[in-house]
């Protein structure tokens, strides 16, 4: 994770790198550091927390202006958040930023460094000091040399006293971005890069490049000069803003019906990428991790119900070391709200190492998981803050319900008045979803109680469980309340031990023919004395409290209209319990280290 920018050009660094870290915070928000070339030297200044105390401490101090800097918002990997470990890191005359893992870190030290004394506890001080320990008087020859000695994932951007007119950067396996114009700026992504860019460049793995106020000139890691195609740049460079909501949770709940109009629109008005049409396949993998493996989870019933094609759902960080039975023929569909989860990345990687053709079903604009797939359908969430995702999971379950209709279509699997009715019932989703958002009130108050409960249950059936389990996500995650989801029927099987007088469970009675087996699993928890809230659409429950959610338009698109509550719920819980909703702690919105 952590987010990493540049600055060269003209004017002040200092202000262009803390307003870069607070778009890159989303990435890690520990703690933060920026380092600025003054004319005669590299000052630094790094602090634990967030953005904001870094800004407080640089206003404090009169030596840090200068036209060249290096910044970073740091998800601690190797040693505890603190302002030693914060980056940047320095060694002689190099300072340095990094995002990644240097896996090989303690054999370089051993090897390389025995006498060097070490100031933090990270992986990414011992590149500092090697690049010193390599360096003469050429700066690249020195980061070349270093690069090559690197294991494991790493994007770089380094500055040398010798040498202040340059932004040195490294890239393997994490992303990197160099935007240039009258200044230049690097950025491990795109909202970051100045606005003032007209050349985007991202950089490949093995490139190093020499980035000055004009240009950017690349290299292998031989030093070869590299003819390198600027990118285009996408729509999505203007900050978001929360609106008048206090917080971009709520606001990203309220942007669902629109995400899911937009994802549908584009892939059944065939506006847009036309759904490739790919052979009848004996098995689908479809692998992600959080709450995008959730997403599969509802995908899967969905596809299997439409062409009876088996679908395994598996979580990257699994699927990427085991030994998958995916080849030609076994299609996988891989989720991803950022495009840039580590384990989500290998497993794509994984798959095409076996010969499978690849689906990236992914939020952000050429990302690399984006760019890596054989096909990639996007999905049309828009820009999501909040760490906790919503607006992006409705947006991945609509591109399957869409992926599942043209499946069943072109292998022929399903009667097309069927199909035609489908397609009529997804258009009309957002509406039902809309609807849905009037909760709110009654989710309120039931969050209200449980604010104050150290444990919660969540059980579900089919489509149900599935929800369970992404409500339950949700819920610890910026709650803090301890958690977990059931399939309703597995809780007598050691579970229902931990049921008490008061144990809130929440039932999701999905509309699966399953409901009066729910209702026994109810009874089971209430005869024990949990308090049961019942999610459901229709049936009367004998639950304590009933939430009844909006039918959606189709029974299999359920998920979408039941998740609405349940996401309230979590984000009102937060809220009586003062937590930091949008940066839970210890996250990080885009997950790119394994
Ligand atoms: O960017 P991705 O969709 O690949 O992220 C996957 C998970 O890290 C993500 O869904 C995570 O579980 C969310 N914070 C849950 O709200």
Known sequence: MCGIIGFNGSVNAAPFLIDGLKKLEYRGYDS???????????????????????????????????NL?????????????NDSNAHPHKSGKFTLVHNGIIENHTLLKEKYLPLCTFTSETDTETV?????????????????????????????????????????????????????????????????????????????????????????????????????????FSAERSESEKNGYEHYMLKEIFEQPEAVRKTVEAYLGNKENTLPLINKPERIFIVACGSAYHAGLVGRICIEKLTKIPVTVETASEFRYSDPLTNASTPVIVISQSGETADSLAAIRKAKENGATTFGIVNVPESSIALESDYVMYTKAGTEIAVAT????????????????????????????????????????????????????????????????????????????????????????????????????????????????????????????????????????????????A?????????????????????LFCASTQIVPLQLLAYHTAKFRGCDIDKPRNLAKSVTVE
């Open 32 to 66: 933060a550091g920026i380092a600025v070339y003054n004319g005669n030297k590299t000052v630094t200044e790094k602090r634990k927390g967030r953005i904001s105390n870094l800004a407080s401490a640089v206003k404090r101090r009169d030596d840090m202006c200068g």
């Open 69 to 81: 800097g290096i910044g970073h918002t740091r998800w601690a990997t190797h040693g505890e958040a």
């Open 128 to 232: 500092v000091h090697l690049i010193n320990r390599h360096y003469s008087d050429n700066c690249l020859e020195a980061i070349a040399r270093t690069a090559k000695l690197l294991e494991g994932s790493f994007a770089l951007a380094i500055i040398c006293e010798d040498e202040p007119e340059t932004i040195f950067c490294v890239k393997k396996s994490s992303p990197l971005l160099i935007g240039i114009g009258n200044e230049a700026t690097v950025a491990s992504d795109i909202s970051a890069i100045s606005c003032k860019a007209e050349k985007l460049y991202r950089m490949d793995d093995g490139e190093i490049a020499a980035v000055t106020k004009t240009q950017a000139v690349f290299y292998d890691f031989d030093l070869n000069i590299k003819e390198k195609a600027t990118s285009q």
């Open 390 to 533: 919503t607006k992006a999971y409705s947006a991945q379950l609509a591109a399957l319900y869409a992926l599942a209709i043209h499946f069943a279509q072109i292998w022929g699997t399903e009667d097309n008045t069927v199909l035609n009715n489908l397609k009529d019932a997804l258009g009309k989703l957002h509406i039902k979803i809309r609807e849905a958002l009037g909760c709110e009130e009654q989710m309120r108050e039931i969050a209200q109680q449980l604010a104050t409960v150290q444990n919660a249950y969540f059980i579900g059936r089919g489509i149900g469980y599935a929800l369970a389990a992404e409500a339950s996500l949700k819920l610890k995650e910026i709650s803090y309340i301890h958690c977990e989801a059931y399939a309703a029927g597995e809780l007598k099987h050691g579970t229902i031990s931990l049921i008490e007088q008061g144990t809130k469970v929440f039932a999701v009675c999905s509309p699966n023919g399953l409901e009066a087996k729910m209702q026994s699993n109810i009874d089971e928890v209430s005869a024990r004395g949990a308090q049961v809230i």
């Open 535 to 555: 999610i459901t659409d229709s049936h009367k429950t004998k639950a304590d409290i009933t939430v009844h959610t909006v039918s959606a338009t189709h029974p």
